[in-house]
């Protein structure tokens, strides 16, 4: 139901908010080209991410969307942007070297934000991902609410797995006819849905009031975390290569 993959990599081992700063300099490096050639490298670089901190199978979790993007970026962006002198034209539709290139770039840009992103789940746990944006001097009720969409994403999606099973259970066939026939089977499997997501949230604000939610004065930290020379180095590294990215 959850992403996090309990190994020991520095990966995480590396302070929870450096690795929320950090992926916020990787995503921003990627926004600073729009050729392949100067993408392909980020994006290999974040492969061999995925790879040293063993997060590869959750990679491949993903890789049909992975695929599904790089695909649509390259004809969409080809086709439609019209940059450069194009070599074929059929109405609104063109294509040139320069937009062809520049459909590889999107493509490669939109993987490497999707693949850091999953890498970033996958060394983080929820309650590491809450500290972090406290020490990055977010409120509590905000950083709270960022990492409990973590938790109720995935719960979410387990539940309506779960009242697909129970409706198959009792003779409801998803499976047959056409798309549009398959699609309109799912539509009496929205009022369960809904009625459970909307218990579920009066249960969770039940229990945030039991705990003391919102109550004033200093809190306290079960989880500590030091910043260490290996933190720094990090941060050091993506900030020259923001800067050496931009200045490119």
């Keep these: 139901m959850f992403l996090y993959l309990p190994h020991e ?20 490096m990627t926004v600073a080209f729009v050729s392949p050639w100067q993408q392909l490298p980020i994006l290999l670089f974040v492969l061999s991410m995925a790879w040293y901190s063993k997060s590869l199978r959750n990679l491949r979790r993903i890789m049909p969307l992975v695929i599904t993007i790089m ?15 194009p ?5 609104p539709l063109s ?9 590889l770039a999107m493509g490669f840009r939109l993987d490497a ?11 983080t746990k929820v309650e590491e991902f809450a500290y972090g944006l406290r020490a990055l001097g977010l409120p509590f009720p905000v950083s709270f609410a960022m990492s409990l969409a973590f938790r109720l994403v ?45 218990r579920d949230t009066d249960l969770l ?21 030091r910043f260490k020379i290996v ?18």
Excluded at 95 to 103: H, P
Aim: proline share 3%; glycine share 8%.
């Design 87 to 91: 070599f074929w034209v059929l109405g």
């Design 205 to 225: 604000s039940m229990a945030l009031e039991s705990k003391g939610f919102g109550m004033q004065g200093r809190r306290t930290e079960f989880l500590s975390f």
């Design 9 to 28: 990599t520095p990966f995480h081992r590396l302070h929870p908010s450096t690795k929320i700063v950090g992926l916020a300099l990787l995503l921003v």
């Design 71 to 85: 695909v649509f970026s390259c004809v969409t962006w080809s086709l439609f942007k019209r940059i450069g002198d």
């Design 154 to 198: 995935p719960l979410f999606f387990t539940r309506i797995g779960i009242i697909v099973q129970a409706q198959q259970s009792r003779g409801l066939d998803i499976h047959s006819g056409n798309i549009f026939q398959r699609v309109r089977k799912y539509v009496p499997l929205l009022v369960p849905i809904f009625v459970y997501a909307i």
């Design 95 to 103: 294509l040139s070297r320069e937009s062809i290139e520049y459909g």
């Design 113 to 123: 934000m999707l693949l850091s992103g999953m890498i970033f789940v996958s060394c």
């Design 231 to 248: 933190d720094v180095t990090v941060l050091s590294v993506l900030v020259t290569a923001n800067v050496l990215a931009w200045v490119l």
